[in-house]
């Protein structure tokens, strides 16, 4: 089945600082999704991008499907960013399930 | 309703018990799914139902574990002769399909399951 992979796997940042998270993936995909899981274990949908860019807020995602990765930018990180953020693709053949990433631990100190 | 709902949101049950999870996904959303989470750990996928296809039950751990989906809604998820192992947090997800494309994934609250 296709492999998903993220890094870093941990991530500690001071507030206000800005971090990159990767997502990639080992085969053509038709749905990419980025995830937070916040603290008390809600996971929250951060974006739907199988493919191009996309911005809310502080928080912006690329995927580039050809090269099967995606990025998630988070600029000027709070402490309610803290969490853990996953990735989660569906392969490009109808009717298969998600497959998700391990995750990335970001942990923001005040 | 407007969310993925799960009941109950917290069971602890004795080894040995049946337990009965259930999942009301979102409105009109033909895709469900159920995943697991261990303490600490990623999303372990279970289960997938699709409109009238039959599901993907390719993840499910053993044969104590076994899901329903009724009327293309509400689904059940059911764990006979629970082991400590079982102990997690069970999680159940929705999407809308339209053809071969899926849809935004959406995520309950989940079931968190302690079996002593």
């Known amino acids: 089945g296709i492999q998903v992979e993220q890094s870093p796997p941990d991530l500690i940042l001071q507030e206000g600082a800005n971090s990159t998270l990767r997502c990639n993936f080992s085969?053509?995909?038709?749905?990419l999704q980025w995830f937070h899981q916040n603290p008390w274990g809600q996971l929250i949908n951060l974006f739907y991008i199988p493919s191009g860019t996309k911005q809310n807020g502080r928080l912006s995602a690329t995927t580039v499907a050809t090269e099967r990765y995606s990025l998630l930018y988070i600029s000027s990180s709070q402490t309610t960013d803290s969490g853990v953020y996953f990735c989660a693709v569906e392969r490009d053949n109808y009717g298969q399930n998600f497959v998700f990433g391990p995750g990335t631990r970001l942990s923001v100190l005040p | 309703g407007a969310g993925v709902s799960q009941s109950p949101s917290n069971k602890v049950t004795e080894k040995g018990k049946d337990v009965e999870l259930r999942c009301d996904p979102i409105?009109?959303?033909?895709?469900l799914y159920w995943y697991r989470q261990s303490l600490g750990q990623g999303l372990e996928f279970l289960i997938y139902?699709?409109?009238?296809?039959?599901?993907?039950k390719s993840g499910l751990p053993s044969d104590r574990f076994s899901a329903e989906r009724t009327g293309g809604s509400v689904s059940t998820l059911t764990i006979q002769r629970t082991q400590q192992e079982d102990s997690a947090v069970y999680l159940c997800?929705?999407?809308?399909?339209?053809?071969?494309?899926?849809?935004?994934?959406?995520f309950g609250e989940g079931s968190r399951l302690t079996v002593l």
């Open positions: 139902f699709q409109g009238n296809s039959a599901p993907d």
């Open positions: 085969d053509s995909v038709n749905n």
């Open positions: 409105s009109g959303h033909t895709a």
């Open positions: 997800a929705s999407s809308r399909t339209s053809g071969r494309y899926t849809g935004e994934l959406f």
